[in-house]
């Protein structure tokens, strides 16, 4: 689901920044009072420019790496390439009808429209994250240096993790003497899996690793994956 949703996120944002490349060549069109036909033609430019570009940079498509200053950083970069682009274009195929003053215009209108955009998208996107949970819920076994590492990760991460925390605070051994699974963490589990938890990370140190079998094999009978960090 959460990879649908990102193809989803992507083309919207396709789709928008098309549209407000249009918009903003528009207005200019109908501040100055300019020819229609010579100027659908420049804007039809327009288009292919910032679509080659955004191509160039993989702003619709770096989908690994789905983090907002990304986003950001990857629409300022496309935004300038493309402002060289097409104002040479401009300067060496149509300079007289179009003077520097109305092109600082039109990419005054394109730059505001995208940052406009983003912070909407953004709004929108954690909106749709909250209430449709579309983020995949992790918890932590382990509260430890490296547990707590990947915490602070998953958090940062929100978009594509749903951070639900720590199913055990203590750094004793999860088994009893039999080798068997504590009943407390049993029940954690349980109830983790009950609100829809199907990852769990558990952080154990070298000569706890062991311990690990038993926790999978209770895991699995959640339907839930039990994956090793070695603290």
């Known amino acids: 689901m959460k990879t649908r949703f990102l193809y989803l996120i ?3 944002m396709l789709v ?3 549209l407000i490349v249009n918009l903003s060549f528009l207005a200019i069109t109908n501040i100055f009072g300019l020819k229609q036909n010579g100027s659908v033609n420049l804007m039809m430019v327009a288009n292919y420019i910032w679509v080659l570009v955004a191509m160039f940079f993989r702003l ?5 790496d789905h983090k907002l200053d990304n986003i950001y950083r990857l629409t300022i970069k496309t935004f300038i390439l493309f402002v060289f682009l097409f104002l040479g274009y401009v300067m060496l195929f149509d300079s007289a009808a179009h003077s520097f ?3 600082l215009l039109f990419f005054s209108f394109l730059f505001a429209g995208l940052l406009i955009s983003r912070a909407l998208g953004a709004a929108l996107e954690k909106t749709l994250i909250k209430n449709f949970k579309i983020a995949r819920p992790v918890a932590v076994i382990g509260l430890n240096s490296m547990g707590l590492r990947l915490a602070g990760f998953f958090q ?3 978009n594509h993790f749903a951070f639900e925390g720590f199913l055990n ?3 004793k051994s999860f088994l009893d003497r039999s080798g068997k699974v504590l009943p407390v963490i049993k029940e954690q589990i349980t109830t983790a899996a009950d609100a829809g938890v199907k990852d769990v990370v558990i952080t154990l140190a070298p000569d706890r690793i062991v311990e690990y079998g038993a926790l999978r094999e209770e895991a699995e009978k959640h339907c839930m994956r039990l994956k090793l960090v070695p603290d």
Do not use: V
């Not at 619709?60 to 690994?64: E, G, K, V």
């Open 10 to 12: 992507y083309f919207i």
């Open 169 to 171: 605070r203590e750094e």
């Open 156 to 158: 940062d991460s929100e």
């Open 101 to 103: 003053g109305r092109m």
């Open 16 to 18: 928008t920044d098309i």
């Open 60 to 64: 619709y498509t770096n989908h690994s």
